[in-house]
């Protein structure tokens, strides 16, 4: 019902202070784009539109995550967050059958070049095959290539944004785990880095090393990026600031077992 259709979470306009309270009426405006033939359903599974299908659930959700969150509930995160690992799970998809369908390719392929010549004067035929089986080899794989390059973008963007939500939500253990996951997609990946150190500084269960590892980290990549600067003098101060309460605390425990080590005064004559 068009009465329910927006949901339990108010949402900001974008451009103005106006916020659309819950559980408002909704009227769609639909206009098609194209129009697709039943015996033409081959295209929703190309790479290409699988890889604009995860854009679209990364664009949704940043959407969510900057109109429809607004904190006193869990509606617009879980949405977010539902979206951003839609897009996610698409890719590692794609990913995979990619790296299946390169592997068969190379295999098909080694297979045609093993083949053992027949006859002497089909040299020159067989060798021209080969030629073209490469040609189209070659071809193949760097288009492969490059859409796998595409899908990594995408999944590493929202496995990076899934570690934004769990920050926000102060979650800083599932945020520190999607970060590790972005890691291992992109080693190098700084935004990834930088959103593992902050979880880390955050986390009481983490230590101020594991910060320090992961801003280490970032630094190698690009020790000039605002954010890694931001963490690099954040974290300083932090470690600072406990140093100081420590010593203080310190201090006064040596102070009281001072106290209760004098010996009581002699009693009077």
């Not at 492969?144 to 939500?169: G, M, P, T, Y």
């Not at 190698?220 to 600072?240: F, G, I, N, S, Y």
Request: aromatic letters at 6%; a positive charge.
């Amino acid at each position: 019902h068009s009465k329910f259709a927006h949901g339990p979470s108010p949402r900001t306009h974008p451009s103005s202070s106006y916020e659309l309270p819950p559980f408002s009426s909704v009227i769609y405006q639909v206009h098609p784009k194209a129009i697709v033939k039943s015996t033409d359903s081959s295209k929703f599974t190309t790479p290409d539109f699988q890889i604009q299908l995860a854009m679209n659930c990364k664009t949704i959700g940043n959407d969510i995550y900057q109109n429809e969150w607004d904190g006193h509930d869990d509606y617009g995160k879980n949405k977010t967050l539902r979206l951003y690992q839609k897009g996610a799970d698409a890719m590692t998809q794609l990913l995979q059958s990619l790296e299946t369908q390169q592997q068969q390719q190379q295999q098909e392929n080694d297979e045609a070049n093993q083949t053992p010549q027949e006859e002497e004067g089909d040299n020159s035929t067989n060798s021209a095959a080969s030629s073209s089986s490469s040609n189209v080899t070659t071809s193949v794989s760097k288009i492969n290539h490059r859409k796998k390059q595409e899908a990594q973008d995408v999944l590493v963007d929202c496995l990076n944004n899934v570690a934004a939500v769990h920050l926000r939500a102060k979650d800083y253990r599932k945020a520190k785990e999607a970060a590790t996951q972005v890691l291992i997609h992109k080693r190098q990946n700084v935004k990834g880095l930088c959103r593992a150190a902050r979880a880390c500084m955050l986390d009481p269960s983490s230590t101020y090393e594991e910060s320090d590892l992961a801003i280490q980290a970032a630094e190698t990549v690009d020790a000039k990026h605002p954010d890694v600067l931001k963490l690099r003098a954040e974290l300083t101060k932090r470690k600072h600031a406990y140093k100081t309460k420590n010593k203080q605390m310190y201090s006064k425990m040596a102070k009281a077992m001072k106290l209760t080590s004098t010996p009581p005064p002699p009693p009077p004559p």
